[in-house]
């Protein structure tokens, strides 16, 4: 992959990140984004690909393209949500920028936090549940309705500065949680609250925000 760090960039983000990054997006699969390129297809270019993304991270200039709306069934036939499908680079970027906010969140969360945490899952969520079923008779349970639907940009950046001072970060943050939303009829629609689910990016900021 060449250098790992160039000093004539503006934002310290080294070539093995978004390889890695690009690596954990390959593993993950998906489907591909509104430019419609898959993953088998930003493969082919693979090399020129990711050098193309990475110097537009470390300079400034990586603006997302927007998200493709994709609406699935709820569970127990409860209407539908939707889905945000970034394309493939922008899956690695976001994944560049989850990872840098994982190292500095993940160690503060308390050891009962299942939620989109590395290791974990809801199976050792129902696991501890079962266990703790023997020694107490009661249990609560919240919900906060169309969270991700309606949580206000303002604090999740505000959430994400305390937790960061690398400016990249807080600067491809803004631009994803502002990024247009593509509906299935190929209209735009801006977003001025909310993070779209299925994204990479969503997750990390759930995490602030709970940290």
Same mark, same amino acid.
């Given at each position: %992959? ?39 297809? =930003? ?6 690909? #990711? ?11 990586? =603006? ?36 840098? #906010? ?5 160690? %503060? =969360?308390?050891?009962? +936090? ?35 639907? +309606? @949580? ?18 807080? #600067?491809? @943050? ?6 247009? %939303? ?30």
């Amino acid at each position: %992959m060449g250098e790992l760090k160039s000093p004539g960039k503006s934002f310290e983000i080294s070539k093995w990140e978004v390889w890695e990054a690009y690596q954990k997006v390959k593993a993950n699969k998906g489907a591909p984004g509104v430019d419609k390129v898959t993953l088998t297809e =930003f493969g082919e270019d693979l090399q020129n690909n #990711l050098y193309r993304l990475w110097n537009r991270m470390a300079s400034g200039s990586y =603006f997302p393209p927007p998200v493709l709306a994709v609406e699935i069934s709820k569970s127990h036939g409860e209407g539908t949500r939707i889905l945000g499908v970034p394309t493939v680079a922008d899956r690695i970027a976001q994944t560049v920028v989850a990872a840098h #906010l994982e190292k500095q969140v993940e160690p %503060m =969360f308390h050891p009962d +936090s299942y939620g989109y945490r590395p290791n974990r899952s809801a199976l050792d969520a129902v696991a501890a549940c079962q266990t703790r079923c023997w020694k107490a008779n009661w249990v609560v349970d919240l919900d906060i309705q169309k969270f991700f639907d +309606s @949580v206000p940009h303002d604090l999740i950046v505000k959430a994400v500065e305390a937790h960061t001072d690398a400016r990249w970060v807080v #600067l491809y @943050v803004k631009r994803w949680l502002t990024a247009p %939303m593509q509906l299935s009829n190929g209209s735009l629609a801006e977003r001025n609250r909310g993070t779209p689910q299925g994204s990479a990016i969503t997750p990390p900021t759930q995490w602030v925000t709970r940290a």
